[in-house]
């Protein structure tokens, strides 16, 4: 039996008639998008670096101000495949505060992933907790803008040089996100962004690999298909991560949109900040100085003691009234059995700790003023011990 009121008379606010998502994909209208298939048709060209593919190719690469731009199956083969297009050994240092995609992709280019702590400000690695992890077999680091909030990019940038490492950035977060001015995709070796549905922007399945690295960028084109070199023959054993027509043609289709949906997302954002920031135990980062955000994700942190409830409590309670709310990133990447043994000597307690508070709210265009203030209403009811 649910009560309608609380003793402070409060009531209780009404369930969503279907479950609201953590996120949902930007599709384009139908009718365009089947005009353009038509284009395909009529070509009769499905893969292999079409026109299709070509027009995405050059309109990110522009967009995101990236020197060279190369697109993919998927953002993980896209990261394996620059990992290995580098000619690394031994080591990776990355964070544990990401999705299993990162150490993956590591794992994938026959390499060891080592974890090192996150900054309680960015939620990123912390420059100093990478210079400690560093070791003789230590050749790269790979540091995740995580929900779009940027790394620490000159201190990561001054302990890669001093060490003679590899950077590279997981950007599946942080489609369109800039510093200071600077896009993103200028920071470090090489820059991945995922094109997958639950990004901000999509192909369904897809990624993006931008450097500044003429010679890497060439290995990088090869080895997306198969190693093959421009006489036909192949140089190096490669991978197959090209993008589809059908994928490079749905990118086309949502780009046009990402803007207004960055703007709907913004005002969902200021619903939710003004709404939910006076309340105790509910913490939301401020933004942070000089940068864009990409709007990719909402998350706040739940402070048990002052809300009253924990991260989890509040989760499932809030699935009763059909909001699904995410606990991402948990568990940490260095807890799950396949990174076990890598994470054994790691000393990792920022990540340990924000692992527990950490959730996103739903965090898409489609949602009006009116649902995020439910959303809102119903964590507050939450709060007050309403269920
Ligand atoms: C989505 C995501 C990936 C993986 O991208 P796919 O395109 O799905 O392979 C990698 N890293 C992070 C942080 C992600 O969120």
Not at 72 to 97: D, Q, Y
Not at 138 to 159: K, M, P, Y
Request: negative net charge; glycine residues 8%; hydrophobic residues 45%.
């Amino acid at each position: 039996m649910v009560s309608e009121f609380l003793a402070s008379g409060v009531r209780r606010p009404q369930p969503f008639g279907s479950p609201v998502l953590y996120t949902r994909p930007l599709l384009p209208d139908l009718e365009s998008l089947q005009g353009h298939l038509e284009d395909v048709w009529r070509a009769q060209y499905l893969t292999n670096g079409g026109q299709k593919a070509q027009e995405l190719e050059k309109r990110l690469r522009a967009l995101l101000g990236a020197q060279h731009l190369s697109l993919h199956a998927n953002g993980t083969l896209a990261l394996a495949l620059a990992l290995r297009a580098m000619n690394l050994s031994g080591e990776v240092i990355t964070t544990p505060f990401t999705f299993a995609a990162t150490p993956n992709s590591i794992v994938l280019a026959g390499l060891t992933p080592v974890f090192a702590d996150i900054d309680p400000d960015s939620f990123n690695l912390d420059p100093a907790a990478v210079e400690a992890a560093i070791t003789p077999e230590t050749s790269a680091i790979l540091a995740v803008h995580v929900f779009g909030r940027v790394c620490d990019v000159e201190g990561l940038q001054r302990v890669a040089d001093k060490h003679g490492l590899k950077l590279l950035y997981d950007a599946a977060h942080a489609f369109g996100a800039e510093i200071d001015g600077r896009p993103i995709s200028s920071f470090g070796d090489a820059v991945m962004y995922s094109l997958h549905a639950t990004k901000l922007f999509h192909t369904a399945e897809g990624g993006a690999l931008a450097t500044w690295d003429a010679d890497l960028h060439a290995r990088i084109e090869r080895s997306r298909n198969f190693g093959f070199g421009p006489d036909g023959l192949v140089e190096a054993a490669g991978m197959n991560s090209k993008m589809s027509e059908l994928n490079a043609l749905l990118g086309l289709e949502v780009l046009p949109l990402v803007e207004e949906e960055r703007r709907k997302r913004t005002n969902v954002a200021a619903i939710y900040r003004s709404r939910l920031s006076q309340a105790p135990g509910v913490f939301i980062p401020e933004p942070q100085d000089g940068v864009v955000d990409s709007r990719q994700y909402f998350p706040i942190f739940i402070r048990e003691a002052e809300f009253g409830l924990s991260r989890d409590a509040l989760v499932d309670a809030m699935a009763e009234f059909n909001v699904i709310a995410r606990r991402y990133f948990y568990p940490l990447c260095s807890e799950f059995p396949a990174y076990a043994a890598n994470a054994a000597g790691s000393h990792l307690p920022v990540a340990r700790h924000v692992v527990q508070e950490v959730m996103c709210l739903p965090y898409f265009g489609g949602l009006s003023d009116d649902d995020a203030q439910r959303i809102c209403d119903i964590i507050l009811f939450i709060h007050q011990g309403g269920r």
